[in-house]
């Protein structure tokens, strides 16, 4: 059974730092896409950041770029989100999730079928 555990979120201040880890089980790590997605209150889920866990290629959302960095430990099936600068509208539930695709590039949010149950971050101006 596939199993996404996120862990590490917390409370902390504008500007603040903080690193999110995921932990998966139950199927073969490698040419998977893995993403960090977040959902606020009231609003959408949106993509973070993702990565090609087998050629290690990622890519950003516009709002996170350069502060947020998406990594992995292949060798510990992890999956990391250090987030940089956090902002006061960033606090959401930080959710892992994989798709079964060796590449990330084009890969809808309907494709990532396994998620962790989130991790709250929140953030107080």
């Known amino acids: 059974q596939v199993r996404l555990v996120e862990s590490g979120g917390g409370s902390l201040q504008a500007g603040g730092s903080l690193r999110l880890s995921c932990a998966a089980s139950g199927y073969g790590y490698s040419n998977y896409c893995m993403g960090w997605f977040r959902q606020a209150p009231g609003k959408e889920r949106e993509g973070v950041a993702r990565?090609?866990?087998?050629?290690?290629?990622?890519d950003y959302a516009n709002s996170v770029k350069g502060r947020f960095t998406i990594s992995q430990d292949n060798a510990k099936d992890k999956l990391y989100l250090q987030m940089n600068i956090l902002k006061p509208e960033e606090p959401a539930l930080y959710y892992c999730?994989?798709?079964?695709?060796?590449?990330?590039?084009?890969?809808?949010?309907?494709?990532?079928?396994?998620w962790g149950q989130g991790t709250q971050v929140t953030v107080s101006s």
């Open positions: 999730a994989a798709a079964a695709e060796i590449s990330c590039a084009g890969v809808p949010t309907y494709a990532y079928k396994y």
């Open positions: 990565i090609a866990t087998g050629g290690h290629s990622t």
